[in-house]
């Protein structure tokens, strides 16, 4: 009888159906917010752990703090390197649900590039070290000559900057080098004796260009062969994978298309994918801006090509525009773009003057010089095999697309641990000079004045030969044995119809008999600011829900109480006739039921109903870092039964909730205040 | 004709006499006491040399992890021209690197790649905590401005602090440097700080080595021995000065293909 007062109720006072309106508003917010957050959190977790994370990673107990696939600004986490990998790889292969285990160990590199005056000496400088011969003397003459046009460059920009700011002492020194490195006399002497004059032009005059620019590279260092195996998505864009015991590096596409590509063809891509999303030269400035920075990049590609290549660009941009001129002023013309020639000139730039630029700084098979994050890191020469992506992670600027893979004795090389040889070395070079003993470090606070020695100066040795060293680069191949003391973490890749938890449950219970100190981490804990990003999301949601939750508890409450105050004479012959205030109460609460009850319900109908409008065949996502967190170019929502089961009583609680004191109220009427208050009224 | 003082005047230069002398005493002392900046001057004159400098550093550094090693270098210089060349002689996977200093470049070479790249005095050398400051003739009058901190005796001996900033456009490894000097002018602890003030880095000077400079005929002093400590990771360096020989030195040293050429 109740239920049927309630729906009578109802449906005779539709001011009331306000609350089921806000409760649908709300239960339809809820589920399209649900469905996105458990996309970015599905989408995230495939990413992460298809893109080397794996499942789960096994690490040492004993390290102060777990493995990271992402690093911080606190650099590299503290840890001890699993005890012997080989045997430990063994164990964990044995483990149900394992089906792969991946060395691992995640670091920053550090690519530097000195200005292009430094890249044209340093290569002068390796064909005049070269042995003499006809063949070195006629390069070596065309080198001067681009040099010396390169130079003239330098002299002309200079002139250009002195005219517009005020000059230094320093820059009258450099002014004074640049003539004389102009003069005609000095290019005489080159072909004698280059060696000099590469110095004098090094140590005077290239830095008046600038100082050149580091460009950091995260690495996921790795058994590189091993990695492509185990993770499915892996694919090689470019080059090949190194054999097995080979050093080498395989750079991200993301990074190798956004870091390595002549910044003028990625603002060009940049360019292109702008007017595809709409943007137009006409009404978009920031269009307008990329071609300004492209205008002043100009001088430096300039100084980069070498004859024959600036010879064939300006033959190909002669035949692009139609017209004849000198490089300078037809490269301007060319990237005078607007919404008229701009696909014409994108075409013509991959198609026609790509071939002649130096569109790439490295290339599959040439050799890159990698360093540490510090600056004193004294890096190492590493061979690019080639580039690669995950399939099905998002585009090239995707996240999973960014770090490259390295192998794992240039990552110990490049992290700065010693091998067991060098430290014998350092232990019986310290016990030859007499430094091997053990001190403590003397106090900072109480200390003594030095000892003062007299000591004579050793006799001169100037006819001593100087000395000379063998050079020690390290070597290309490398013996995966030597480094199996040396691994921090590995991704285990699972089975299928594996789950994660019941795995880490049998390898805990396996280090625990075999006594060795294991632990276990999922994406969520190796995941870094990736993980915090998802958990972010989630946390906006929860205050998304709060906020609306309040708003509605309190435009419900507000209207519920106008409405029971309009009740008053109703409630009062209610109970005149007997029914007690219990059963008005929860007749007055069931119509909160109804009305939250039906319209979370109808709510999350609609956003059910959004999202499949919305999404049937998935919805494109262009910004490429946001793919990462979708797991992919297309955003595909899904609902889940506990969605609609926790959108439903959610709002429907907070409904019942904003109810209970207007029931209260309400409830609270007498027959005799019921009759008083309908005379005053009357 | 006697002139008698009167005894009121007399009274008067009796009481003010001791207040002069102290006042005279004070007046001296501090003619006596040089500024800061001519402290710091003071200490680059006691080392600075007229003759060319060649001299074996040995560096033993040991992180804190417990790991140890040795790094020998053979540090060449000419004061006279300002020229600095450093060669690492050890461990056997640095060894023919090193750091060239011509006018204001200062290149670094590694020997295992062959390449040639410019630097700063601001980095750190071969990997260590070490700078190319800490092997070069001493210019701290040059690039710092000086602030006297008074005085603070330790274990009996009292020392002059002095506080250093570096001039502008200079280029130096520790933005500000805090001295302790003892009774003679030697540097006998340093502090390096960050621009933020943040402390970089402590030394402790162990020992100096007494020399004596060929062509000036003038004593200088070196140092011997170096503890230094880095703040951040706790990373000591022992750095030691050995077989110093100031003798004139090959003008052909002081170049890049010098260095090239002590790789076979």
């Known amino acids: 009888m109740l239920f049927h007062f309630a729906l009578q109720s109802v449906r005779s006072r539709p001011r009331s159906w306000l609350v089921g309106l806000l409760a649908a508003s709300m239960a339809a917010l809820l589920t399209l917010g649900l469905s996105l957050v458990g996309s970015i959190y599905d989408g995230t977790r495939l990413s992460m752990i298809e893109s080397g994370a794996g499942h789960l990673q096994v690490y040492n107990a004993n390290s102060a703090e777990g493995p990271q696939m992402s690093l911080g600004p606190g650099g590299a986490p503290e840890m001890v390197p699993l005890p012997d990998y080989a045997r430990t790889r063994e164990l964990l292969l044995g483990v149900d649900g394992v089906r792969d285990v991946v060395p691992l160990e995640v670091g920053t590199g550090r690519v530097f590039r000195g200005n292009y005056l430094d890249e044209k000496l340093a290569a002068v400088r390796d064909v005049a070290r070269a042995p003499a011969s006809a063949e070195r003397d006629a390069r070596l003459g065309r080198m001067a000559d681009d040099l010396r046009r390169a130079l003239e460059r330098v002299a002309r920009d200079s002139r250009r900057r002195d005219e517009a700011f005020s000059q230094s002492v320093g820059s009258e020194e450099d002014a004074r080098a640049l003539e004389q490195a102009l003069a005609p006399s000095f290019w005489e002497r080159f072909g004698a004796e280059p060696l000099p004059v590469l110095e004098f032009l090094e140590n005077r005059v290239a830095k008046q260009v600038g100082e050149g620019e580091s460009m950091y590279l995260d690495y996921v260092g790795t058994d590189l062969g091993g990695f492509a195996k185990a993770f499915g998505r892996f694919e090689l864009v470019s080059g090949e994978l190194p054999p097995r015991g080979t050093r080498g590096l395989l750079l991200g596409q993301a990074v190798y298309e956004r870091s390595f590509k002549l910044p003028m063809a990625v603002r060009l891509d940049e360019l292109k994918r702008e007017r595809e999303r709409g943007a137009t030269f006409a009404g978009d400035e920031r269009l ?395 | 004709m006697r002139t008698r003082i009167p005894l009121p005047s007399f009274v008067l230069a009796l009481l003010l006499l001791p207040v002069l002398a102290v006042a005279a005493e004070a007046k001296e002392e501090k003619e006596a006491k040089p500024s800061a900046d001519a402290l710091v001057r003071q200490v680059d004159k006691r080392m600075s040399m007229q003759s060319d400098y060649r001299g074996v550093v040995r560096i033993r550094e040991t992180r804190k992890d417990g790991i140890e090693r040795l790094i020998e270098m053979q540090v060449y210089r000419r004061d006279s021209s300002q020229n600095f060349l450093m060669v690492i002689t050890q461990p056997r996977n640095l060894a023919g690197g090193g750091y060239l200093r011509i006018g204001k470049n200062l290149w670094e070479y590694n020997a295992a790649l062959g390449h040639w790249e410019r630097t700063t005095r601001r980095a ?141």
């Open chain 1, 288 to 682: 307008g801006t990329q071609v300004e920075r492209s205008l002043a990049e100009i001088p430096d590609l300039l100084s980069r090509l070498d004859v024959e290549r600036a010879t064939a660009l300006r033959a190909s941009l002669e035949g692009v525009l139609g017209e004849p001129g000198e490089l300078e002023p037809l490269l301007e013309k060319f990237w005078a773009l607007d919404d008229g020639n701009f696909d014409a000139r994108f075409q013509a730039f991959y198609g026609t003057l790509a071939p002649h630029l130096p569109l790439y700084r490295v290339r599959p098979g040439d050799t890159l010089v990698l360093k540490g994050t510090l600056d004193n890191d004294p890096g190492v020469a590493v061979k690019v095999w080639g580039t690669y992506r995950f399939r099905g992670l998002g585009g090239d600027g995707s996240q999973a697309n960014g770090a490259s893979l390295l192998d794992l004795a240039t990552v110990r090389h490049l992290s700065g641990r010693m091998t067991r040889e060098q430290m014998e070395e350092a232990k019986r070079l310290l016990a030859a000079v007499g430094m091997d003993s053990k001190e403590e470090a003397p106090s900072f606070d109480t200390f003594s004045p030095p000892r003062m020695l007299d000591v004579e100066p050793a006799a001169p040795t100037e006819e001593a030969p100087a000395p000379t060293f063998a050079r020690a680069s390290l070597p290309p191949t490398f013996d995966a044995a030597d480094l199996e003391d040396g691994i921090f973490h590995a991704a285990l890749v699972l089975t299928p119809d594996a789950d994660a938890d019941a795995v880490a449950e049998r390898i805990q219970q396996l280090a625990q008999a075999k006594g060795v100190p294991l632990a276990t981490a999922d994406w969520r804990e190796v995941g870094g600011f990736v993980t915090g990003m998802v958990g972010m999301t989630q946390v906006l949601l929860v205050a998304l829900g709060g906020m609306m939750g309040l708003f509605v508890l309190g435009v419900s409450a507000g209207t519920l109480l106008l409405l029971a105050r309009e009740r008053v004479g109703e409630v009062g012959t209610l109970r005149a006739v007997g029914m007690q205030r219990r059963d008005v109460f929860f007749g007055l609460m069931l119509e909160g039921l109804v009305l939250g009850a039906v319209g979370s319900l109808l709510g999350h109908g609609l956003g059910a109903a959004l999202l499949w409008g919305l999404g049937s065949d998935g919805i494109a996502v262009r910004d490429e870092a946001l793919q990462f967190f979708l797991g992919g170019a297309v955003l595909r929502p899904e609902l889940a039964a506990w969605h609609a089961a926790v959108v439903s009583v959610g709002v429907t609680l907070v409904v019942l909730v904003a109810t209970w004191i207007p029931a209260w109220r309400g409830s609270a009427v007498t027959p005799a205040v019921a009759m008083r208050l309908r005379e005053m009224d009357g």
């Open chain 2, 124 to 264: 750190n050398i071969v990997g260590t905590i070490a700078c190319e400051g800490d092997f070069d003739r001493s210019r701290l009058s040059e690039d710092y401005t000086a602030v006297d901190e008074g005085e603070e005796v330790i274990q009996g001996t009292r020392y002059r602090k002095v506080y250093l900033s570096a001039r502008p456009d200079t280029e130096v490894s520790f933005a500000h440097l805090r001295l302790w000097l003892d009774p003679d002018l030697n540097i006998v602890k340093r502090i390096g700080y960050a621009p933020s003030g943040r402390v970089l880095r402590t030394d402790l000077v162990r020992s100096y080595q007494k020399l004596k400079d060929p062509v000036t005929q003038q004593p200088i002093i070196h140092y011997r021995e170096v503890f230094e400590q880095e703040e951040e990771e706790g990373t000591q360096l022992v750095v030691r000065y050995e077989d110093v020989q100031l003798a004139p030195l090959s003008p052909n040293l002081f170049t890049k293909s010098w260095l090239e050429g002590r790789l076979r």
